[in-house]
Structures are given as C-alpha cells and as structure tokens.
C-alpha cells in the first residue's frame, strides 16, 4: 500500500530508476501525476523502464548515462529541465556491488563502487545544481545500512555510502539557503530486489534467516521505500533536511546491538 499524495506538475528525475527499489520510486511518483525522467547506462533497462511507466498515462521520458561521466550527467539535466522544466524531485539510485574481502579485493574492484556510489553521487548532486526548483526542490540520496554498520566483504560500500551520507548533510548546510532540501533513504533488505538475491542469496531458508535478523519480522516492500520518498518529497517533510532515515524494520540497530554485545563478551573473556 502507497500513502496518497499528488504530485501532478512536478518534475521528479530518478537515477537508476529503472529497476528494484528506484524503479519503485519511478513508479511511485509517475501514479501520483508526477512528470518522470529515469536514468539508467543500460538502454534496455531504459527503454522497458519508460514503456511500464507510461501505463499511468503521464509523461516519462528516458536517458541512457553513466553517474561516472560528469558530462554525460550534465547533458541529461540540460535535456530534461529543458522538455520538463526544472526538478522538483532528484533521486540519485546508481549503486554498485560484490562480495570480496580486502586482502583480495583489487585496486580497481574497489575503485568501481566508489566511483558509481559516492562519486556519481557527487556527479549527479554538482550537475543538478543549476536545475533544481528553488526554493522548493527535494533531493533524496539513497545510501545503505553499510554506510553506520562494518560489514565483511563490503568494505568498497561502507567507504562509498558513508561518504554519500555526509554529502547528504554537507549539501543540506550549502543547499538550505536556497529552500532546497537534501535527505537520504537506507534500505534494509528488501523482497524481490537483485540486492537481496546477490548478496544473500535465494530459497526459503534464507528468508527466513534474514527475517530472523530483522525486529519487525519480515522483508521491506518495494513500497516501503516508494513512500519514504513521496513522504520526504512532500510539503509534509518541509522541515526535514540533512537527515538520513534508515527504512530497514530496525535491522541495524538489531546488528549494532549484536556486535557490541559480541564485543562485550569478548573482553569479560579477556579479564
């Protein structure tokens, strides 16, 4: 179920909108009246992206661009601001991911993700700057639990999501003058999503055993993400900036809990 807003005559761009969680996102505001420009490098993704959200019968139109080129970013602004007018909605989705430990990991494995996470973050942020609605404009960051929480064989990620956490609060201190908000959603583990499948695996067994992990006992919904964004892009979150909320059933403060309860046994161990 989706909260009901209207965002009919608002311009919302969604990098990485055309699958998993920013295609929910997409999917979210194009239902509500919102105009909608998804971004993705892959031009099927694009393409089949932009024919299932033109089903609710508003204006979509596609890019294919790589966060990692400055100016390739820069053009799908220029393009979108100029056939829909300025944006009232920025998502920036891109995300990269693999398992591996640091001591094998490559110099340019972990160069990748911090490349797509954290500086297509920043390209996607320096570019929009020009064409944001000001005052009025929101700008949703999507981090990751791996941004608070240490994860093994995620070290590129924490690196690269905690940095997009802070550029989530530098931009909320630079950006709030102009009324243009900066806030950043993180996921927890969500059913259905390639993130899911990749990093958890699939099969009965492992759902239940990530739902074991999570207080509120079950998987997130694409939907749960999709109204955390309407809510934060609404008048109703007119005040909220700088914050990064975690959208996650409380998973990570369930793991923070566990690692500093395994740290506490450790040292009584010691003593």
Request: with cysteine; glycine share 12%.
């Amino acid at each position: 179920m989706r909260i009901n807003l209207d965002f009919k005559d608002r311009h919302a761009v969604i990098f990485g909108g055309t699958t998993g969680i920013n295609f929910g996102i997409a999917d979210a505001f194009a239902s509500r009246g919102a105009t909608v420009t998804v971004v993705s490098r892959k031009p099927e993704n694009v393409s089949a992206a932009v024919e299932q959200l033109g089903k609710h019968g508003g204006q979509v139109n596609g890019h294919v661009a790589d966060v990692r080129d400055f100016d390739a970013v820069g053009r799908v602004f220029a393009s979108a601001v100029e056939q829909y007018g300025p944006v009232d909605v920025l998502v920036s989705g891109a995300a990269g991911n693999f398992l591996c430990e640091v001591n094998e990991m490559s110099s340019n494995g972990f160069k990748v993700v911090v490349d797509i996470d954290l500086v297509g973050t920043f390209h996607v942020l320096r570019q929009a700057s020009a064409y944001l609605r000001k005052p009025g404009a929101s700008v949703i960051n999507i981090s990751a639990p791996q941004s608070v929480l240490p994860m093994r064989w995620q070290a590129h990620v924490c690196a690269a999501k905690a940095g997009v956490d802070q550029l989530t609060r530098v931009l909320a201190l630079e950006w709030g003058a102009a009324g243009v908000r900066v806030n950043g959603i993180s996921p927890g583990p969500i059913a259905g999503t390639e993130g899911v499948r990749k990093m958890m695996g699939t099969g009965e067994e492992i759902e239940r055993g990530i739902i074991a992990t999570v207080p509120l006992q079950r998987l997130g919904e694409p939907d749960d993400i999709a109204n955390l964004a309407l809510f934060l892009a609404s008048p109703y979150a007119g005040y909220i900036s700088g914050a990064t909320i975690a959208c996650d059933g409380a998973s990570v403060l369930d793991n923070i809990k566990s690692t500093v309860e395994d740290a506490g046994r450790a040292l009584a161990a010691q003593r």
